[in-house]
């Protein structure tokens, strides 16, 4: 095994799951991202030493949001046991997927999950920014949630409503220019208790119809597979570590080059002022 997580090939059985039940948060993107890092040369000794990070630059992206989908299934994780929760929802024919599909007396939600920690966000209608930069954030959730919408409304034989919520992980703070009708837009951390105080919308026959739908994975991919790799979260814990070590380091050596140019200027100042 090589020091570096992104090298270890995966070598664990595979499990099949019976249906999208059983799918854990985050497995795509994690998946993803184990593939763009075992293309990367490994960090040399010398690297680690300077405190290079393991996740490759091309991964980051990767990385980032599979820390974010796996904080947002550990809170809907909260939720009581009228709430169906679907992580991972392959979707289409390629590799896309839906973050977390929620379904409960209080209708149907898809949740696009955005890792931008310490990010100022800003909100208007038609546009959201990070940072002052703009992103697709409001158009993709529109489109998932169209998208399930009509998927699920094919399988379940009733007109199905899909309501797209945006889920920002560790933002700095929120600006809200204007709010958009139709996504709903929050901090994770308020997800289970929105969700919760929402009033019923759906009858049980209905609720019951769609949850059959929806856990089936070919209402939403015609050859996903759903087998999981039992390894995949130990890899990820692992590469975690080095990465908050890789982060330690860092900051160790910037005090480091801090105090040593403070001694630089104190010295240069001693013998300047020794001069007069």
């Known amino acids: 095994m090589t020091e570096d997580v992104h090298a270890v090939p995966v070598v664990s059985p595979r499990a099949a799951v019976g249906d999208l039940i059983d799918r854990p948060a985050a497995y795509s993107v994690i998946e993803e991202l184990f593939r763009v890092q075992a293309t990367m040369e490994p960090r040399s000794a010398l690297r680690r030493v300077f405190g290079a990070r393991p996740v490759h630059a091309d991964a980051q992206s990767w990385f980032a949001?599979?820390?974010?989908?796996?904080?947002?299934?550990?809170?809907?994780?909260?939720?009581?046991?009228?709430?169906?929760?679907?992580?991972?929802?392959?979707?289409?024919?390629?590799?896309?997927?839906?973050?977390?599909?929620?379904?409960?007396?209080?209708?149907?939600?898809?949740?696009?999950?955005?890792?931008?920690?310490?990010?100022?966000?800003?909100?208007?209608?038609?546009?959201?920014?990070?940072?002052?930069?703009?992103?697709?954030?409001?158009?993709?959730?529109?489109?998932?949630?169209?998208?399930?919408?009509?998927?699920?409304?094919?399988?379940?034989?009733?007109?199905?409503?899909?309501?797209?919520?945006?889920?920002?992980?560790?933002?700095a703070s929120f600006i809200f220019r204007q709010r958009p009708q139709d996504v709903s837009i929050m901090d994770a951390r308020r997800l289970p208790r929105w969700l919760k105080r929402r009033r019923a919308v759906l009858a049980p026959e209905e609720l019951a119809s769609i949850i059959d739908a929806a856990t089936e994975v070919r209402t939403w991919h015609p050859t996903a597979d759903l087998s999981i790799d039992p390894s995949y979260r130990e890899r990820f814990s692992e590469l975690e570590r080095?990465?908050?070590?890789?982060?330690?380091?860092?900051?160790?050596?910037?005090?480091?080059?801090?105090?040593?140019?403070?001694?630089?200027?104190v010295s240069f100042l001693t013998s300047f002022t020794a001069g007069f």
């Open 242 to 265: 080095k990465d908050h070590q890789a982060y330690l380091v860092q900051l160790a050596w910037s005090l480091a080059m801090a105090i040593a140019a403070g001694a630089v200027a």
């Open 65 to 171: 949001g599979a820390i974010g989908e796996l904080k947002v299934g550990e809170l809907l994780s909260r939720l009581g046991p009228e709430w169906t929760v679907l992580h991972a929802v392959p979707v289409g024919t390629g590799a896309s997927d839906i973050d977390h599909v929620v379904i409960g007396p209080a209708g149907v939600f898809t949740i696009n999950t955005k890792r931008h920690r310490g990010k100022k966000i800003w909100v208007g209608d038609r546009m959201l920014m990070v940072s002052g930069q703009k992103t697709d954030h409001l158009r993709n959730s529109r489109h998932e949630a169209k998208r399930a919408a009509k998927l699920l409304t094919q399988a379940a034989g009733i007109a199905v409503e899909v309501h797209p919520v945006l889920a920002i992980v560790e933002p």
